[in-house]
């Protein structure tokens, strides 16, 4: 297929019609370039119906949608029934009588008494509504409209494309869509502003009649997310091109866990050239005053899935500098790195472990997914060729199978890791050649369930934590038995407590415990869309879930006091839950040295780099977060980042936020010799 780029609008008729009246139409939800879920539109002249499912991972949302429109394309009524990903209710509903309108779903309900001008934007919707917002906002002056329950839509139009796929040429309009997510969404819209294709994270929506051009519309939205991303990064990236002295700082010492006195650290491009006075301040050619705040090593997030551009620069942002990318898909995730280090975008230096999951109806579509032991084989050494860290093996993989992956990857040097496969328990992977195990509830599941017979492929992995695990006595020979073997084999644990703490203590309408520090400043839209419960847990069954938490809180503490080591990553909201799992820990009982020690130095040591990362050094590289105040004062101190240096620049993420519609968390450091690329101040846009 050959696209042209157009100037946007250049060649689109704009209808003015917000709905196809009298039509119906399909949508696929694709993962991995294979189909796991569908849209399905039956449209008339005053309503729209829509069915809505995906099955991916062993789980997914299905709900039905019915949405009436008035001739400004706006909903007048819109009502959402059905479940979420992980089986809990989702229900919504809209009615807009006159200028009145009310709203009621599972989170939260509200009215208001003039809403004539204003769109709502459900708590849940599929992602046919990215293209009802677009028509919406494009109607209206500047590209914008006021959203309900709060907040505002904007959309912005890039340049058009036009595809020749050898048996017709079509034009498409790409959009970039701000405010319903915290992340601006890319969209395709063709000459009737009907959605073509959503650009998601790790899916993507394509209207059926471009079904078989996937390849060439999954590689545009990669196209389009990079270079939209790059353009944005351009505003904010300031590249150390001399000498650059951070002044008036303590730094953290992540040997000792401890903080210094007052100091200066000095950088020479992409290196840490002197610590205290080994440097005159006149040599330096840019400076950033700390004003007694705290340096860091960057942080790093060691279960990261970057889904897009926009997944690295918020990690950047939030102080992450390095992630080990342990899930994706095998083409975009090279490309993303390509950029990075190219310095085209903003964003950590990232650590790819290939993924490989067994082809079955639960199957996750990242990395490879493969059919036999022989494929899997294949996978390893093609992961070995092409530079990836780490092997990661996932749920469907077949149990006979693990021992002969685990063998091949560690001939060609790689480390394993990954899920316990269903049918297996941790002590299982382990003596079959795990190095590591991801997630906290792997570790325990086998003493919670029967392996034999219960599958883990399904919700089942996360729902039977809240259900069992609080009856679990960790001083059992069984467990102990386990934690003396991780030590033995000096096999690390990649808890992801702040996820288990969503699962486990979430609830619909509310602020989950590892969200409160953080969600407020958030868009109001993606603040409602967070507001719900990830599990199914009756309410009677609030203090089991209680429980649960309180046994995987008991079991990282156990673990870390006898020497296993941890490692802190996040597996949900990029940059943001990095710094929730850290206060997790804390909340656990781990000093605030100790955490951060194990999101830094520790790490480093973990994936073999701690020569160049990992601490405060001269010779390592200037990999550095400049934070407010000291972080061992209190739990949330590491979000307040002033600065951040990587990758041989320098960027303040109070700039990036306010650019992206969140409210910052601390005020960007003093600083004087430091540019953007073509002007002295990046520009700002407040939405």
């Known amino acids: 297929m050959r696209s042209i780029r157009l100037p946007a609008f250049a060649v689109l ?20 370039g294979e189909v796991v879920g569908a849209i399905r539109l039956e449209a008339d002249a005053s309503r729209t119906r829509i069915d809505y499912h995906v099955d991916n991972n062993g789980r997914g949302p299905a709900w039905s949608e019915a949405v009436e429109l008035d001739d400004q394309g706006l909903p007048t009524r819109w009502t959402i029934e059905g479940r979420a990903a992980l089986g809990g209710a989702v229900k919504d509903s809209y009615i807009r009588d006159g200028a009145a309108a009310r709203w009621e779903s599972t989170n939260d309900h509200g009215s208001t008494s003039d809403a004539r001008n204003a769109l709502y934007v459900p708590a849940d919707a599929s992602p046919w509504a990215f293209g009802l917002y677009a028509r919406a906002a494009l109607r209206r002056d500047g590209s914008r409209i006021a959203a309900l329950p ?3 839509i904007r959309a912005e139009l890039l340049d058009v494309e036009v595809f020749d796929n050898g048996r017709s040429t079509r034009a498409l309009q790409p959009v970039a869509l701000w405010g319903v997510g915290h992340v601006p969404e890319l969209l395709l819209l063709d000459a009737r502003r009907e959605l073509v294709a959503r ?10 009649d471009f079904l078989d051009d996937r390849q060439a519309i999954t590689a545009l939205g990669a196209r389009l997310n990079s270079s939209y991303a790059a353009a944005f990064s351009r505003r904010f990236r300031r590249p150390i091109t001399g000498r650059l002295r951070i002044e008036n700082v303590r730094v953290f010492d992540s040997v000792t866990g401890t903080i210094g006195p007052l100091t200066s650290v000095t950088v020479d491009r992409d290196r840490i050239s002197g610590i205290g006075d080994d440097g005159e301040p006149a040599e330096a050619t840019a400076r950033i005053d700390a004003q007694g705040g705290t340096l860091l090593p ?12 926009w997944s690295a620069l918020q990690h950047a942002a939030a102080g992450v500098t390095t992630v080990r990318d342990v899930g994706n898909d095998n083409v ?3 490309a993303l790195m390509t950029a990075i280090g190219r310095g085209e975008l903003i964003g950590p230096r990232i650590l790819a472990a290939g993924f490989i999951e067994g082809r079955s109806p639960y199957s996750v579509r990242n990395g490879f997914v493969v059919a036999s032991l022989e494929e899997a084989l294949q996978s390893v050494r093609w992961y070995a060729e092409h530079g990836f860290i780490a092997i990661k093996i996932y749920n469907s993989v077949e149990p006979s199978w693990v021992r002969p992956i685990a063998a091949e990857a560690h001939r060609l040097g790689l480390p394993v890791m990954g899920h316990v496969p269903a049918f297996m328990d941790a002590r299982g992977v382990i003596e079959a050649g795990y190095d590591e195990v991801n997630h906290l509830n792997h570790l325990l599941l086998g003493f919670i369930i029967d392996v034999k017979t219960e599958d883990t492929r399904t919700p089942l992995r996360l729902t039977a934590l809240g259900e069992r695990l609080g009856a679990l006595d960790l001083s059992s020979e069984p467990v102990q038995a386990l934690v003396r073997l991780m030590r033995e084999r000096d096999v690390a644990i990649d808890p992801t407590l702040a996820y288990m703490q969503q699962v486990l203590l979430s609830a619909p309408g509310q602020v989950a415990p590892n969200d409160r520090a953080w969600l407020a400043h958030m868009p109001y839209s993606f603040q409602r869309l967070r507001r719900k419960s990830t599990s199914t847990r009756p309410d009677e069954q609030a203090d089991a879930y209680r429980a649960a938490w309180e046994r995987m809180t008991q079991m990282l503490r156990m673990l ?3 020497g296993v080591t941890i490692v802190a990553g996040s597996d949900d909201t990029p940059g943001f839950m990095l710094h929730s799992e850290l206060e997790a820990y804390r909340e656990a009982g781990l000093p605030m040295g100790r955490v951060l020690q194990i999101a830094t130095l520790d790490a480093a040591r973990h994936l073999g780099i701690d020569a160049e990362v990992g601490s405060i050094e001269v010779g390592k590289r200037a990999d550095l977060v400049l934070l407010q105040g000291n972080p061992l004062e209190g739990v949330g101190a590491t979000r307040r980042v002033r600065a951040v240096i990587s990758n041989g620049a320098a960027y303040f993420p109070e700039e990036i936020h306010r650019a992206l519609g969140i409210e910052p968390f ?5 600083f004087s010799g430091l540019a953007v690329a073509g002007g002295d101040q990046a520009p700002v846009r407040r939405h």
């Not at 704009?14 to 399909?26: D, H, K, N």
């Not at 960057?298 to 551009?309: I, P, R, T, V």
Request: with cysteine; glycine share 12%; hydrophobic share 40%.
């Open 332 to 334: 975009k995730l090279p």
């Open 666 to 670: 601390a005020g960007t450091a003093p």
């Open 199 to 208: 650009f998601g994270a790790f899916e993507t929506t394509l209207r059926d």
């Open 13 to 32: 008729t704009l209808a003015a019609t917000a709905a196809c009246a009298g039509e119906s139409s399909t949508y696929s939800i694709l993962s991995g």
């Open 298 to 309: 960057g942080l790093f997030d060691m279960h990261a899935h970057l889904g897009s551009s």
């Open 150 to 152: 709060a907040g505002e």
């Open 560 to 562: 870390d006091a006898s």
